[in-house]
C-alpha cells in the first residue's frame, strides 16, 4: 500500500492550494484519512480528518479556510486551502487508517510530505 501526495507548491498570502493523496495497492478498505503539517522547528500536528462515512474534524487554526473531502471510488482523499497564510508554511503529510484484509485490523499509513509555501 502507497499514499501519494501531490499539489504543493509556492502560493501568495491569500491564494489557494488543492491537495490530492491517492491510496494505491491491494487492501480491502480505508477507514480514517487525514492530513498532517509539519513547519520547520515543529512537531507534525494535525490539520484536518474525515471519517469513511464522511465526518470531518479540523485544527482550530485553518477552520473556515480549509476543506478537507474524499472520493471513495478514486481512493483519494483532497484538501482545499483558500486564504492562505505565511504561518500555513510547512510540509504536508497525508494519512490513512488501511485495512489490509478483511481478517486484518486497521493499520496506519503516511504519505509522503509535499510542501506548502505561502510567501509574497
Known sequence: VQLQATGGGLVQPGGSLRLS?????????INNMGWY???PGKQRELVAAISSGGSTNYADSVKGRFTIS???AEN???L???SLKPEDTAD???NADIRIRKWRTNENYWGQGTQ???SS
Not at 493523496?21 to 478498505?29: I, K, Q, R
Open 21 to 29: 493523496c491517492v491510496v494505491s495497492g491491494s487492501f480491502f478498505t
Open 37 to 39: 503539517r509539519q513547519a
Open 70 to 72: 474524499r472520493d471513495n
Open 76 to 78: 483519494t482523499v483532497y
Open 80 to 82: 482545499q486551502m483558500n
Open 92 to 94: 504536508y503529510y497525508c
Open 116 to 118: 506548502v509555501t505561502v
